[in-house]
């Protein structure tokens, strides 16, 4: 199969090296335009990144020599992208928003990193394993902007989120609905980019606030597990959740400590493992490249999950869980934990391109 050539917003960046990393070897992708910053426009891909190149292993070459293109110039895309990736925020929100659409108006679909279009009404919030229905949602927009049949924006989720949606999902299907949530996640310095992962003082301490996260992770289930109806998203508020969220001094890696409540008959911890255990969703189903196998992952061991020991379980992919109990104010307890670049950024944005490739969105 020829490879879908695929351009990447922000790629100087954090998450815009790890699609590097990620996408240097994808059967399906293939990166052929960089793009950031002006303060990054006309360099060469390695005199942008220069001594800011984050990832674990060498910049790839092919990647070093590739001019950097203004997000902002639209002429100078080439003319074989099919589809882009965006991992940027411009000025504020409202302008973040016009320009990931100013994309979608010239027939490019994005796949979006930013919150800024997260709660518009059009766009689907989409967790692969979850709520694949919610991409016919893309015709609706498609019609009502004017866009072409090629282009739309679909954007990720929070990078948290990630760490327990998916099992608490599979809870639902396998028919134990949950009411209530108390989640704490401890985060990792790669969530705040280039800053959080290079200002000396992160390393040394607990900083117990990320602005506007907590508000991001108590709201962005309902959507997720909304239902589509009549083209558009009803959000589900049928699950309340409280989130207190921290960043602690670990480079990938979310871990959530989540408590919470069935709404109705509660499953004994054997039937929660199995359900966990025999997970699986679309993107297993169809083989996608990206999908991990088992997507949840069950520990046993009492000091598990750790992050340096399994934050790349599944390439990244995977959820892991463990620590799972009853609890003395809560009707059961875990620990999950995620890769936030891979699973939370880049590597869940390009499941869900794989998945708008099968599903027949890309043309
Ligand atoms: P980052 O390391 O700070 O990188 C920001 C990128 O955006 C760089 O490529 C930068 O280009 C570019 N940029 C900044 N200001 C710009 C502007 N005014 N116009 C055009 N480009 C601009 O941030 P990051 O962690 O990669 O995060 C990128 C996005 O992903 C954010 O929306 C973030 O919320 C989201 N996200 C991050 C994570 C994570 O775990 N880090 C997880 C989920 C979602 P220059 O190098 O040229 O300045």
Not at 40 to 69: C, H, N, Q
Not at 87 to 96: I, V
Not at 221 to 231: A, F, R, V, Y
Not at 239 to 261: E, F, K, Q
């Amino acid at each position: 199969m020829k490879k879908i050539a695929v351009g990447i917003l922000g790629a100087t960046g954090v998450v815009g090296q790890k699609y590097l990393r990620l996408l240097a070897d994808h059967p399906w992708f293939e990166i052929v335009d960089l793009a950031a910053s002006s303060r990054s426009a006309g360099k060469t891909y390695a005199e942008a990144v220069g001594e800011r190149w984050l990832m674990e292993s060498p910049m790839p070459d092919e990647f070093r020599d590739i001019p950097v293109r203004d997000v902002t110039d639209y002429a100078a895309i080439p003319e074989e992208v099919k589809l882009f990736f965006s991992a940027t925020e411009l000025q504020d929100k409202q302008a973040t928003r016009d320009f990931e659409f100013a994309y979608a108006e010239q027939g490019y679909p994005v796949v979006s990193n930013s919150s800024a279009n997260r709660w518009t009404s059009d766009v689907p919030m989409i967790i692969p394993e979850i709520n694949t229905d919610h991409l016919e949602i893309l015709r609706t927009q498609q019609k009502h902007r004017n866009f072409p049949r090629s282009g739309f924006v679909v954007v990720k989720p929070n990078c948290s989120v990630q760490s327990y949606l998916v099992a608490i999902h599979a809870l639902r299907e396998a028919g134990y609905p949950v009411e209530e949530v108390l989640v704490n996640t401890l985060q990792a310095l790669s969530g705040a980019g280039y800053r959080g992962l290079t200002e000396p003082e992160h390393r040394i301490t607990v900083n117990p606030l990320i602005p506007g996260e907590e508000e991001k992770t108590e709201k962005e289930p309902s959507k997720i597990l909304g239902l589509l109806e009549d083209n558009k998203i009803i959000p589900d508020y049928s699950m309340d959740m409280s989130a207190l969220c921290t960043r602690v001094p670990v480079i990938d890696g979310h871990t959530a400590l989540v408590y919470l409540n069935f709404a109705e008959e509660v499953p004994d911890l054997d039937t929660i493992k199995k359900i966990w255990s025999e997970f699986e969703a679309e993107p297993q189903t169809l083989k996608l490249p990206s999908a991990p196998e088992p997507p949840i992952l069950i520990m046993e061991a009492d000091d598990r999950p750790q992050v340096h020991l399994d934050v790349s379980n599944g390439a990244g992919m995977a959820v892991t869980i463990g620590r799972l109990a009853e609890d003395k104010f809560f009707d059961i307890r875990f620990v999950a934990l995620s890769h936030n670049t891979v699973r939370g950024a880049a590597g869940g944005a390009i499941l869900t391109a794989e998945l708008l490739v099968e599903k027949g969105y890309v043309i």
